[in-house]
């Protein structure tokens, strides 16, 4: 699949697209993702303005413990259908039942892979992962005849040229922002070609160092020291060299016990950077894959390597799109065990639980928009999900799982189903973890909502503690142990300095009910946060329930703003305008650009008005948006028209933000020059 540029078939005010910029798709001029085809794409590079959409705007979270920690790393590989499908889309599109990814508490890298020469990730894939602290890879991949003749044109020769391969694709990562590469030669490789190749590997990573501090290149087990292309399923010593001089080692599938059982000598000290490979496919003589995964990852674990989980896109490309979700929650909670999970490290916290995607878009609770739409750079944390079952197989008692039908904003919310048993007042639902000094004031936030049908239960936020030489909760000291619990008071009124922020201490508004909570902390770490649900009375009969959850803040009462960023600046460029689609019509599409704190803003939303009621146009997720054939009204002879685009900072907190402080630009015009119809 080849991405092409727009083709400018008319010009208005503003440049025009150029033909064939890889950038924009060819027909509508919609920003999308691309990758290099070949050397000289890649030698060629030099970022323009036109890369701004690719540019990833969600920097790597921290979190605990960090990347380069020794305990056993967990790599996914992401491969469907050679990649740059719906995900290519950087403004989102209109799938519907997209692939999406959202087990990221279980994941320390992500790489994307396709069989394109230079696999640069989609920027919404890069957003996706880094909000959730994961780091991505592009692929660096050659094959077969063509691949061997790109190797031997930059590694047969002097050390310039394969410095030069090394300088552009650390320069690629930097620029696009995300972390690193997969180096993947499967093909066989003269001997000069192959005596220069470790020294490639070790110039891109000096390269990578110097241009991205933590960068990683893993090299993939296929061609041997010799230039021969033998896959060997291990690390030894026809393969050490390619190991030796980089940050890991990816193995290939077809491996066995005795293979993780002599590599433990090989690796040494560096037994979490062997990432021994799992084909989820189960292609070849492989141990697992499918819902058998845990077979392989099981032996992994057993001989302390990290692993590397190949194609888990198997579960929607095998099984199909119908009961996505629910298979995808049973494939990742059978390897859960196996899989060391994260914890959040830096505060403010918020999550509205939305996967990226949706059969309609909400806001404040209410659907405005009721149509499909995907875009993972609008997906926010997720929690762990949990399917327990009750004592005796006697069914589920208590299971976590996104749902499409309701959300407070964006496309999803958390649906919680279960039953409090007979002999219980309550049930935990444990949700996110932390591990972060507790800042001296916290206020914590939730939106709930209750399944009308069934009888009440009381909905609370709990919080557990880690003491650091003791803990005192306000005034108060907490007993002594290694974790303390807080169950607060919801508050019924907040100060009126953050009554905007976290909205009033009680309300209700389509259902969802929202409690706000303050705690003063002092000499804690902040451990996990869970999910109370708890009868109102006790009785002897199960309870069931089913609360809906539509988003959860943890802040630290210090560092909340009170004052709103200043106004947008708008600015249009790339005005490109076309005859049509309809009589006295004409369709413009421009680019629209504006500044803004990063650091405040969940996204943007795009409005236009015309002569008609406000439009939402769509969501940003930069600073910077493509309006694409909006059809306004021709201007008559000798007369102007107008039209008014506005963008709509989205603050971190959920706070609305008054219209007087949405950026705005009017654009008039009469008879835009060189129309064209389509």
């Known amino acids: 699949m080849e991405p092409r540029g727009a083709r400018s078939r008319g010009r208005g005010r503003g440049r025009g697209r150029r033909r064939g910029a890889r950038q924009f798709d060819r027909n509508t001029t919609e920003p999308i993702s691309f990758y290099l085809s070949n050397l000289e794409e890649l030698l060629a590079w030099k970022p323009t303005s036109d890369d701004d959409f690719n540019v990833a705007t969600i920097p790597l979270a921290n979190r605990e413990p960090p990347l380069h920690s020794k305990r056993p790393r967990t790599l996914v590989c992401h491969d469907m259908k050679n990649g740059y499908l719906e995900d290519r889309f950087i403004q989102g599109s209109a799938s519907r039942d997209p692939y999406v990814f959202y087990h990221w508490p279980y994941v320390d890298i992500f790489v994307y892979f396709s069989h394109h020469p230079v696999t640069i990730p989609p920027v919404t894939w890069t957003n996706a992962a880094h909000r959730n602290g994961v780091s991505v890879l592009g692929t660096f991949i050659t094959e077969w005849t063509r691949g061997g003749q790109l190797c031997e044109a930059f590694l047969a020769g002097e050390a310039a040229a394969y410095h030069a391969v090394a300088v552009q694709l650390g320069r690629i990562a930097r620029f696009y922002r995300f972390d690193g590469w997969l180096v993947n030669i499967e093909n066989t490789l003269s001997e000069a070609a192959a005596r220069n190749l470790p020294l490639f590997l070790r110039d891109l990573r000096e390269q990578l160092c110097q241009d991205l501090p933590g960068g990683l290149v893993l090299w993939y087990d296929s061609v041997l020291q010799s230039g021969e292309l033998q896959w060997q399923n291990e690390l030894n010593e026809k393969n050490r060299v390619f190991f030796d001089a980089c940050d890991g080692l990816f193995t290939n599938y077809n491996w066995k016990e005795e293979h993780l059982e002599r590599m433990g000598a090989q690796a040494g000290e560096r037994l979490a950077d062997v990432y021994v490979g799992i084909d989820v496919f189960a292609r070849g003589e492989v141990v697992g894959g499918g819902f058998e995964t845990d077979k392989a990852l099981r032996l992994i674990r057993k001989h302390g390597f990290s692993a590397a989980i190949f194609a888990p896109g198997w579960v929607y490309e095998h099984l199909g799109k119908e009961n996505f979700l629910q298979n995808e929650n049973r494939f990742w909670g059978l390897l859960a065990e196996l899989l060391p999970t994260h914890s959040i490290s830096t505060l403010p916290f918020s999550t509205c639980f939305c996967?990226?995607?949706?059969?309609?878009?909400?806001?404040a609770g209410q659907?405005?928009?009721?149509?499909?739409?995907?875009?993972?750079?609008?997906?926010?944390i997720q929690p762990l999900f949990t399917d327990q079952q009750a004592p005796g197989g006697a069914g589920s008692w208590l299971r976590t799982r996104c749902s499409l039908q309701d959300a407070w904003n964006g496309g999803s919310c958390l649906l919680i189903e279960g039953i409090i048993p007979p002999e219980a007042g309550h049930v935990a639902v444990h949700l996110f973890s932390f591990q972060l000094p507790a800042p001296p004031k916290l206020f914590l936030s939730l939106l709930y909502k209750l399944e009308e049908k069934l009888p009440k239960v009381a909905v609370a936020l709990e919080?557990?503690?880690?003491?650091?030489?003791?803990?005192?909760?306000?005034?108060?000291?907490?007993?002594?142990?290694?974790?303390?619990?807080?169950?607060?008071?919801?508050?019924p009124t907040l100060p009126p300095h953050l009554s905007g922020l976290l909205g009033a201490g009680q309300q209700s508004t389509a259902g969802w009910m929202r409690r706000c909570y303050k705690l003063e902390l002092r000499d804690c770490a902040l451990h996990e946060l869970s999910l109370i649900l708890s009868r109102h009375q006790r009785g002897r009969q199960e309870r069931r329930f089913s609360c809906r959850l539509g988003e959860i803040q943890v802040l630290d009462a210090d560092g909340l703003h009170s004052s709103l960023p200043p106004v947008p600046s708008l600015q249009a460029s790339q005005v490109l305008w076309h005859k049509g689609p309809g009589a006295d019509q004409l369709s413009l599409s421009l680019t629209l650009h504006w500044s803004y704190p990063h650091s405040q803003a969940r996204c943007f939303r795009i409005h236009c008005q015309g002569r008609e009621q406000l439009q939402l146009l769509g969501v940003a997720h930069a600073t910077l948006y493509r309006v694409v054939g909006l059809a306004v009204p021709e201007a008559p002879p000798k007369e102007s028209c107008h039209v008014e685009f506005f963008v709509e900072p989205v603050l971190n907190e959920g706070v609305a933000v008054d219209q007087s402080r949405?950026?705005?630009?009017?654009l008039v015009y009469s008879n835009p020059a060189s129309t064209s119809t389509y």
Not at 373 to 380: D, F, G, I, M, V
């Open 662 to 666: 949405w950026g705005r630009l009017v």
């Open 367 to 380: 659907e405005e928009e009721v149509r499909p739409w995907y875009n993972l750079s609008a997906q926010e």
């Open 463 to 491: 919080l557990t503690t880690r003491d650091s030489g003791s803990c005192h909760v306000g005034n108060v000291t907490a007993l002594p142990g290694p974790v303390t619990r807080h169950q607060p008071q919801p508050l």
């Open 355 to 363: 996967l990226g995607m949706g059969t309609g878009r909400f806001l």
